[in-house]
C-alpha cells in the first residue's frame, strides 16, 4: 500500500504574494520607465542623411534635419533626454583634435539649433579627442604614448564650447586623470555654473564598443586603450575613480558599459550618494539584437529584463540604443 506523504505545515509561504497580478505589482521593488532612459545620437554633417550602420541596426547616423524629426518621435514617447556623438569628416581630423571646439564645428551649432527647436529636452555632450583625432585615441599622442596632462588644455577647451552652445551636461568620455577638476574649474570661471559634469567615471577597456566606434569610424589607428581605460579585472579601482571625480565637482557618475558589470553599478551606488548612470553599450545591444533576429529570444521580454536588471543594480540612468523600442513597448501595455 503507497502511504501518503505527510502534508508540510508551512507557516511561510512566499508564494502568496506572488499569485494575483496586483499583489505582484505592490510588492515590485524596482521600477523603470522612460524617464530613467537616455537615448543615443550619432550626428553628421549635411541634410536628409540617415544612414544605417550594419553592426548596430537600431541606430543611424543622422543630419540636424533628420535628428530633428528623430527627437520629435522620442518626446512623443515620453524620452526627452538625449546624448549626442559626432560623425566627424577624416579631412577635419589632426593630431590635437582643433576641430572639437572650431567655430565651425557642426556638432556645436546643431546642438545650439536643438535647444531652440526643444528647449524642453536635457542635452548631454561628448568631451574626447577621439572623434576628431587623426589618431583616433582619447588624448594627445607623441611617440606612441597617450599624454594626459597634454591632453587636458584640449578637453577644456571642448567643454567650454559646448556649454556655450547649449548643452546641459558635459560628457567627458576620455578616462584621463584630472579632467573633471579642469573642466569643472574652467566652467565656473566662464560663468557655466550650472552646467553638470556627466563622468565616465568607471570606463572599462571592454570588447563591446566595436558597432560604436565603426558609427563614429573612431576606432584608434594603433594599439589599444588600455593605458587610460580601467582594466574588466578590477573593482575597487572604481572606488578610487568615483572619489577622485565626486571631489573634482561631477554631477554625475558613469559606469560602461553597462551588462558586464553590474556588480561595479551596485558597488558605485552603494558608496556615493551622486546620481549613478550606466551605459548599455552597443555591443551588448548587438547581442540581444542578434539573438532576438534568429528567435532565439523573445525581443520585447528580453529587452524589458535587461534593462530592468541594470536598474536593479542600482542606475538612476541608462543610456541604450533601445530606448525607442522599451516606450514603444510600454505603449502597448
Known amino acids: 500500500m503507497i502511504r ?59 543630419s540636424l534635419d533628420q535628428a530633428f524629426v528623430e527627437i520629435e518621435d522620442c518626446i512623443s514617447m515620453g524620452l526627452d533626454k538625449f546624448i549626442i556623438f559626432p560623425v566627424v569628416k577624416e579631412s577635419l581630423k589632426d593630431s590635437i ?86 573642466i569643472r574649474e574652467a566652467l565656473e570661471e566662464n560663468g557655466f555654473v550650472n552646467t553638470g559634469i556627466m563622468s565616465y567615471t568607471a570606463k572599462y577597456a571592454s570588447a563591446f564598443y566595436g558597432p560604436f566606434r565603426d558609427a563614429l569610424d573612431s576606432a584608434p589607428k594603433f594599439g589599444d586603450k588600455k593605458t587610460y581605460q580601467m582594466n574588466p579585472a578590477n573593482k575597487r579601482e572604481a572606488l578610487l575613480e568615483g572619489e577622485l571625480d565626486t571631489m573634482e565637482g561631477a554631477d554625475f557618475l558613469m559606469v560602461k558599459p553597462a551588462l558586464h558589470y553590474l556588480d561595479v553599478i551596485q558597488t558605485m551606488k552603494e558608496n556615493f550618494t551622486l546620481p549613478i548612470v550606466a551605459y548599455h553599450v552597443s555591443g551588448e545591444c548587438a547581442m540581444l539584437q542578434a539573438a532576438c533576429d534568429n528567435g532565439w529570444l523573445d525581443f520585447d521580454t528580453a529587452l524589458f529584463e535587461t534593462l530592468l536588471s541594470i536598474r536593479r543594480a542600482g542606475a538612476d540612468f541608462i543610456i541604450t540604443y533601445f530606448a525607442k523600442s522599451f516606450a514603444a513597448n510600454q505603449f502597448k501595455k
Open 4 to 62: 501518503c506523504q505527510r502534508r508540510i505545515n508551512m507557516l511561510i509561504r512566499p508564494r502568496r504574494n506572488r499569485l494575483h497580478a496586483g499583489l505582484r505589482a505592490g510588492v515590485e521593488e524596482t521600477h523603470i520607465g522612460t524617464k530613467n532612459l537616455i537615448v543615443p545620437i550619432f550626428l553628421v554633417d549635411g541634410a536628409n542623411v540617415r544612414e544605417s550602420i550594419p553592426s548596430l541596426k537600431m541606430a543611424n547616423r543622422l
Open 97 to 182: 583634435a582643433s576641430y572639437s571646439y572650431s567655430a565651425d564645428n557642426f556638432y556645436l551649432h546643431a546642438a545650439k539649433e536643438m535647444k531652440i527647436k526643444f528647449p524642453e529636452i536635457l542635452l548631454i555632450s561628448d568631451v574626447a579627442l577621439d572623434p576628431y583625432s587623426s589618431d583616433g585615441h582619447d588624448g594627445i599622442v607623441r611617440n606612441g604614448e597617450i599624454l594626459n596632462d597634454e591632453t587636458l588644455p584640449i578637453l577644456v577647451k571642448m567643454a567650454l564650447a559646448q556649454a556655450s552652445h547649449g548643452f546641459d551636461i558635459i560628457g567627458p568620455s576620455d578616462m584621463m586623470d584630472g579632467r573633471v577638476h579642469a
